[in-house]
């Protein structure tokens, strides 16, 4: 009875989650994409006249194109776990929470900026 309603939580939780995921991660996931679309253009261009390794940029668009589909991925795997004792913990170097917190918070910037700018511009034309 209890694993049942543990359950139940659980769905219900997940399902919260996914809408969340839904809108904030989309908010996040055009930006980043137009971003690293951007740069892997510019690196591709550098790349033409000069002879550098572009795969770091590859990778930077990659994970762009899978980060919206990843969240999801992530937050479907809470119904997969059945107890803690399934979280597998890989040995991993420790997080530096201060470039974390820079790296969110040019997100965010970055964000607000292509939003901001695109109901400015559609603002313009609707007149």
């Not at 995921?21 to 980043?32: A, E, K, N, R």
């Not at 899978?66 to 991993?92: A, P």
Request: net charge positive.
């Amino acid at each position: 009875m209890i694993d049942k309603l543990v359950y139940l939580i659980r769905i219900f939780v997940t399902f919260i989650v996914l809408a969340i995921w839904t809108v904030i991660g989309f908010l996040f996931w055009i930006p980043l994409l137009i971003r690293m679309i951007a740069y892997f253009s510019s690196m591709i261009t550098i790349s033409t006249f000069r002879r550098i390794e572009i795969r770091h940029a590859q990778d930077r668009l990659n994970f762009a194109i899978e980060f919206y589909i990843n969240g999801f991925v992530k937050i479907l795997d809470i119904l997969n776990r059945k107890k803690l004792e399934d979280l597998k913990l890989e040995d991993i170097k420790p997080i530096d929470i201060w470039d974390l917190f820079v790296s969110i918070i040019w997100d965010v910037f970055w964000s607000l900026i292509f939003w901001g700018s695109l109901v400015f511009v559609v603002a313009q034309f609707a007149r």
